[in-house]
Nanobody
Framework: QVQLVESGGGLVQSGGSLRLSCAAS????????MGWYRQAPGKERELVADIRSDGTTKFADSVKGRFKISRDYTQTTLYLQMNSLKPEDTAVYYC?????????WGKGTLVTVSS
């Protein structure tokens, strides 16, 4: 069993920045893929960004150029740096990781961007 715990969410004004963290109970460099998802009220959960074990990253078109995903050298923390935030980025952000075909999710952290 892998535990994922998100932190760093909060209220920020439009144009501001936040950095989300995901603390894992297992080495995240050994995960096949780690990612950040978000779910806005009344909408389906969507992929924001992910990073594979080889370091390859992928971003949703809506966040390209504004968000960055990275892994900490301690190998247990995943980050999502979010810049130039927009009201439409408001959502609960979830950390996800896949190890050996098993999918794990955190409980989420709320990000609210005011206009």
């Amino acid at each position: 069993q892998v535990q994922l715990v998100e932190s760093g969410g909060g209220l920020v004004q439009s144009g501001g920045s936040l950095r989300l963290s995901c603390a894992a109970s297992r080495n995240i460099f050994s995960a096949n893929i780690m990612g950040w998802y978000r779910q806005a009220p009344g909408k389906e959960r969507e992929l924001v960004a992910d990073i594979r074990s080889d370091g390859t990253t992928k971003f949703a078109d809506s966040v390209k150029g504004r968000f960055k995903i990275s892994r900490d050298y301690t190998q247990t923390t995943l980050y999502l740096q979010m810049n130039s935030l927009k009201p439409e980025d408001t959502a609960v952000y979830y950390c996800n990781g896949e190890w050996s075909g098993m999918d794990y999710w955190g409980k989420g952290t709320l990000v609210t961007v005011s206009s």
